[in-house]
């Protein structure tokens, strides 16, 4: 089963921790980025199509669908590695998906491992199935959620440290990330809710639930990865009051202590 | 005011000016020129404070803050180059000239083992088509749609266009070549299967025009086209057997570690290999299929022969760069 985080060293010697992406965001990537495929390749053909009556006797038929032919194929297999080599690891489907590939050793990504990536999906769609049954297998059964072509280019796929703002919710999260990751609050430092006088309840209802929710979750885990869930609900909350705390899983107890705003549980 | 809140409050405004002009650089898609150098003293700022909080305990939040501001400006600081110079372009053209030939130099067991696969196999499909003619059929169920050993020119037997044709052949022979490659990540045992495969259709068809008495036939439609593209299949498969090699014999390394760098020199091959199935594509629909004479094809073949032997001596003869050949530092080990 793959691991959220891993640390990895940058040049500079100081280990980055980098969140891993799931095997069913990269599959909803995928399935973006199928979409996309599909229709460039209908307007593609759709152009060519328009071409080839405009210029009919300037251009023979068979220069046409020689050319036409050549150049879908070069969109189908070029989509892939063009995008993930120009766009900094990102397919537009990656890109929605607050996702993108990096080569494992830290170094920019090059054509050569990109290229072979998406040469390796041949055996990711293996046994002819319209979804990639042993890439999906590979991805589940990683540490790193790597699938073969991952594996021979020496690549991974990770979350942006940020993810677009509308995708910073649950629905893309499935499991634990749902629960560790709160919506972005949607009020910004300074207003009236960051105002609230000291030693009443300041989070918002779903703040509040969230929160107290991490509390009373939060006691089975081993202490790493709960002052890492602890940072992940407390760092919206705080950069919302404008504070800042050296200790988030206290400043939650704090908090849960006190109740939603406008409420007092003492 | 304790070590470590002192150090959060003198560093925090460099952090927040360092966020912003993130945020810039995200917009932008890269970092602007007048800033390079600037961005990147910022980014090892921002490292270096990462290593300082940590060692401070200076708490998950500022850990994770300089973590995010680290881990994305890395991106941008060791991005690829925006715009690649000439000098470096016509780099890493001259790169895959000579890396295809020192694959085969630097790996000739498995170079040797492609090989033998494959004629191995048309050695046996020939021998077994010789003894009884309609044995071809099994073998190659499609045969009357691809090749005549009669009279005829090849290309008056078919009715599709040249331009249309090389379309297919490039698109039909990359993909067969590739699936030369990614199945070698199967053990090497679907890279086998291929070769076996190939080797039989065409060790069949040699032996079904022998039979009909039309071999000086045969090879005038193999050869114009089949020098590049026997090497491009025996590159794609030395690129298979390469991936597979990482996990038989991987050597010092992990058999994950051993599997990316072994992916780096197979990626090249990839990429050469595609380069050889747009000249053969070429080839084929131009000249195989053309209705040119039996001498002219094979006279185009020996000089794609001597051709494809001078690339390889004049590539095994030039000098390594420093680190070259001494492999590839893999993924790192986390």
Same mark, same amino acid.
């Given at each position: 089963m793959f691991q959220e985080r891993w640390s990895l060293e940058t040049p500079e010697h100081v280990p980055v921790e980098f969140e891993v992406a799931g095997p069913m965001s990269r599959y909803a990537a995928g399935l973006y980025d199928g979409l996309m495929l599909f229709c460039l390749v209908v307007i593609c053909s759709l152009l060519a199509l328009g071409l080839a009556l405009v210029f009919s006797e300037a251009v023979s038929r068979d220069a046409a669908i020689g050319a036409t032919a050549a150049f879908l194929a070069v969109v189908v297999f070029g989509y892939f590695p063009v995008f993930e080599y120009f766009r900094n690891g990102q397919t537009p489907g990656k890109k929605a998906l607050g996702i993108r590939v990096m080569r494992r050793d830290m170094r920019p990504l090059d054509f050569a491992s990109v290229f072979l990536r998406g040469v390796l999906r041949i055996v990711d769609f293996l046994p002819g199935l319209p979804f990639p049954l042993v890439g999906l297998v590979s991805m589940s059964i990683s540490r790193r959620a790597l699938r073969l072509g991952d594996l021979a280019a020496g690549t991974w796929v990770v979350r942006d440290p940020d993810l677009p703002p509308h995708l910073d919710g649950a629905f893309f999260s499935f499991g634990k990330r749902a629960v560790v990751r709160p919506p972005r609050p949607r009020t910004a430092p300074g207003t009236a809710a960051a105002a609230a006088p000291a030693g009443e309840g300041r989070l918002t209802a779903e703040e509040f639930r969230i929160a107290r929710d991490f509390v009373e979750r939060s006691q089975g885990l081993d202490p790493e990865k709960r002052r890492a869930a602890a940072v992940y609900v407390a760092g919206p909350i705080l950069r919302r009051l404008g504070e800042q705390r050296f200790d988030a899983e206290k400043f939650l107890r704090e908090e849960v202590a006190k109740g939603p705003a406008g409420k007092s549980l003492l | 005011m304790d070590r470590a809140e002192s150090f959060v409050r003198t560093r925090a405004p460099a952090w927040t000016a360092f966020e912003k002009e993130l945020a810039g650089v995200r917009a932008a898609g890269s970092v602007p020129a007048d800033r390079i150098v600037a961005f990147a003293r910022a980014y090892r700022d921002a490292a270096a404070d990462l290593s300082a909080a940590r060692a401070m305990g200076c708490g998950a939040e500022v850990s994770l803050r300089l973590n995010r501001l680290v881990s994305e400006a890395h991106g941008a600081v060791y991005r690829r180059r925006a715009r690649p110079s000439t000098e470096r372009r016509r780099g890493a053209a001259a790169r895959m000239l000579v890396a295809l030939p020192r694959a085969f130099a630097d790996h000739p067991g498995t170079a040797l083992l492609g090989l033998a696969f494959f004629l191995g196999s048309a050695l046996l499909a020939g021998l077994y088509v010789a003894g009884d003619e309609r044995r071809v059929h099994e073998v190659f169920p499609t045969l009357e749609n691809v090749i005549h050993p009669g009279d005829g020119k090849p290309g008056e037997k078919l009715n599709v266009m040249p331009a249309t044709l090389t379309s297919f052949y490039i698109v039909n022979n990359s993909f067969v070549a590739m699936n030369f490659l990614a199945h070698g990540i199967l053990l090497g045992l679907g890279t086998t299967w291929f070769l076996l495969v190939n080797g039989s259709v065409l060790g069949a068809l040699a032996a079904h025009f022998a039979h009909q008495g039309a071999l000086h036939r045969f090879w005038p439609q193999i050869l114009p086209h089949g020098v590049t593209e026997m090497l491009a299949m025996m590159t794609g498969a030395? @690129?298979? =057997?390469?991936?597979?090699?990482?996990?038989? %014999?991987?050597?010092? +390394?992990?058999?994950?570690?051993?599997?990316?760098?072994?992916?780096?020199? *197979?990626? /090249?091959?990839?990429? *050469?290999?595609?380069?050889?199935?747009?000249?053969?594509?070429? /080839?084929?629909? +131009?000249?195989? !299929?053309?209705? $040119?004479?039996?001498?002219? %094809?094979?006279?185009? @073949? &020996? /000089? *794609?022969? /001597?051709?494809? $032997?001078?690339? =390889? @001596?004049? &590539?095994? !003869?030039?000098?390594?760069?420093?680190?070259?050949?001494?492999?590839?530092?893999?993924? @790192? !080990?986390?």
């Open positions: - | 030395q @690129a298979g =057997f390469l991936l597979a090699k990482a996990f038989w %014999r991987p050597g010092e +390394y992990s058999r994950v570690d051993a599997l990316a760098l072994r992916g780096r020199e *197979a990626g /090249v091959l990839a990429l *050469a290999t595609v380069c050889l199935m747009v000249w053969s594509g070429f /080839v084929e629909s +131009y000249l195989t !299929r053309s209705t $040119a004479d039996d001498g002219v %094809r094979n006279l185009f @073949a &020996a /000089v *794609a022969a /001597v051709g494809v $032997a001078a690339w =390889f @001596a004049l &590539a095994l !003869r030039a000098k390594r760069e420093p680190g070259e050949g001494d492999g590839v530092r893999a993924g @790192a !080990r986390t």
